[in-house]
């Protein structure tokens, strides 16, 4: 895979998270305030229904609740599920990022830092998330030692 770094403007945009759970929400935090923003998971966490900004609705995810978004998040534990999404979305255009595999996507998320209206982001293009994470901490720290 040939991942490169780049901002997305999501202005006017409409994001869709599939999938109810934790992984789903730390996902739409990237996008609240930023998209408008809808999740559709038949279990969808206290998390994700007391975050402001963000459309709910409770059912099982079925083909064509693509129709209308620009941008697809993937967050089932269901894999076959996840490609399936994945599929029909590349048909219509659709950006998607698939927890579950960097394959069945088109972006993927790095981690983020935003500190004095700079933003960095931390990426091991999929491969190592749990280092990203520490990284992500060491840079935090380095950057609060700044004057900047």
């Given at each position: ?16 998270v599939?999938?109810?759970?934790k ?18 998971a ?107």
């Amino acid at each position: 895979m040939a991942f490169i770094p780049i901002m997305l403007n999501l202005t006017g945009k409409k994001c869709l998270v599939i999938g109810g759970g934790k992984v789903a929400a730390r996902k739409l935090k990237y996008f609240v305030n930023k998209a408008d923003v809808t999740v559709i998971a038949k279990n969808i966490s206290k998390e994700i229904k007391n975050t402001k900004g963000v459309m709910y609705i409770e059912k099982e995810y079925s083909p064509g609740d693509l129709e209308g978004f620009d941008v697809v998040i993937i967050t089932t534990n269901d894999k076959k599920l996840n490609e399936k999404i994945h599929h029909e979305a590349k048909k219509k255009k659709i950006l998607t990022n698939n927890a579950t595999s960097k394959i069945f996507c088109e972006f993927i998320m790095p981690a983020i830092i935003e500190y004095k209206g700079y933003t960095i982001s931390i990426s091991t293009n999929g491969e190592n998330p749990k280092k990203v994470k520490q990284l992500k901490e060491k840079i935090k720290k380095f950057l609060e030692g700044l004057d900047v």
